[in-house]
C-alpha cells in the first residue's frame, strides 16, 4: 500500500462549469471521488487536495515527506508557467510525480507551452482530458510496485 497525492491548482475548481467543451463536463468532485475508488482498487490510500492559493500547494507539499507520501500526481494548472517557488517545494521534496494537465498546453497560447515542472517529472499527460489523471494514477501505481523495496 501506498500514499498517494493529488494536487490540483488554481481555477481547477471550477471544472464541469468552466468552459466544458476545452475542460470537459466532470465536476472536481467527481473527478477526485473516481480517483480515490481507482486507488483503493488498487490498494492504495489518495488524498486530493486544489487551491487557488501558491502557499497552500506549496505548504502541502513541504509536508508530504512527513505524511509518508510515496508518489503525486500534479495538475500545476497557471502555476505551471510561472511559480518557480512550486517547482523549488516539488524539486526539494524529492517525491516521485507525474505532471498532468486536462488540455494539450503545447496546442493553446505560446506562454502556456514552457512547463517549470515537466523535467523534474517522471513523465507528463498533456490534452487527455480528465481521464489523463486516471492513466497517471494506473502508471504510478506500476512505478511504485517497480521502485518500491519491501
Do not use: W
Amino acid at each position: 500500500m501506498a500514499n498517494l497525492l493529488v494536487l490540483h491548482g488554481p481555477n481547477l475548481n471550477l471544472l464541469g462549469n468552466r468552459d466544458p467543451l476545452m475542460y470537459g463536463h466532470t465536476s472536481l468532485d467527481t473527478l477526485d471521488q473516481r480517483l480515490v475508488d481507482q486507488a483503493q482498487q488498487l490498494g492504495h490510500v489518495l488524498r486530493c487536495f486544489q487551491s487557488n492559493a501558491e502557499s497552500d500547494l506549496i505548504n502541502l507539499i513541504q509536508q508530504a515527506p512527513k505524511e509518508g507520501i510515496n508518489f503525486m500526481i500534479i495538475n500545476p494548472a497557471a502555476y505551471t508557467h510561472t511559480s518557480i517557488a512550486l517547482r523549488d517545494a516539488v524539486a526539494a521534496v524529492r517525491i516521485p510525480f507525474i505532471e498532468v494537465h486536462i488540455t494539450n498546453i503545447y496546442a493553446r497560447e505560446p506562454f502556456r507551452h514552457q512547463s517549470f515542472f515537466s523535467d523534474l517529472a517522471i513523465g507528463t499527460l498533456t490534452g487527455l482530458g480528465v481521464r489523463g489523471y486516471e492513466f497517471a494514477l494506473t502508471y504510478a501505481n506500476q512505478y511504485l510496485s517497480e521502485h518500491t523495496h519491501n
